[in-house]
């Protein structure tokens, strides 16, 4: 183990293209304040199974408990439950209860609310930043930049290209290739075709958010923006080591646990390590490590997939 480094703004470069402002600061995450700690969110992007993505809610949800807390104090752990699916065709409300607000410590408590019943709720625990004597932190991988790698879009082609890629990855892919996410991401050990047949429950890649979050910007901001990231394609590393006997039509949320440890920029590249440890019982348990490039541990996350829609194995021929 190592210990960590002093926090720093620039994590080794790695900005995004252009000037343009990040759609998930100007729109996904930009609440539409009703009431004192009452909030409305829009929808940006809409999953191929028709439900509300959940990093969306996670982010909106604590953008909306930050609003609720001082500058001076920062989140470190978001603890949230998914109860209902959420329909994207009609906005969220986020209620905040301040449950608790210490001198060193502060706990809010969010709702999120469609046709009147409750679909999210969290606690986001807040703490004034304190110098602390005792520091020690696992090391990063040593892994490829993100200016080796393929993007998403240009890995996608390459399997698209292929011609003896099975039917059923390619609607898959081309389901993939078609959705408009904020978000940009490089696979650190992308999988060939022979490799799909046998894979481990994990998975790296470098990720940000598309388009810049402009000046030195609210920490709070880029932890909100973590939140929304940490949710895409994390779950998916539980069913990686099946995919080849079961057709998944969709999974769903359980829970989804977050501690925030170190200053980032959600607009600089991170590396996501992700592992699913155990799956059984139809969940899975997903736990990951976002790095900063300079090494440094910015975030962890726990979560839980359940309610997992299969179509039954290929049965075996028999031998006769």
Known sequence: MSSPQAPEDG???GDSPGDLRSVLVTSVLNL???DEDLFRGRHYWIPTTKRLFGGQIVGQALVAAAKSVSEDIQVHSLHCYFVRAGDPKVPVLYQVERTRTGASFSVRSVKAVQHGRPIFICQASFQKTQP???QHQFSMPSVPPPEELLD?????DQYLRDPNLQEKYRVGLNRIAAQ???I???LVNPSSLSQLQNMEPKQMFWGLCMGRMGGEGDIKMHCCVAAYISDYAFLSTALLPHHCQHKVHFMVSLDHSMWFHAPFRADHWMLYECESPWAGGSRGLVRGQLWRRDGVLAVSTWSRASDWRLSRPRRQESRT
């Open 132 to 134: 602390s004597p005792l």
């Open 32 to 34: 539409e304040p009703l």
């Open 180 to 182: 408009d996410v904020p």
């Open 152 to 156: 998403y879009e240009t890995l996608i």
């Open 184 to 186: 940009e991401i490089k």
């Open 11 to 13: 994590q080794g470069g």
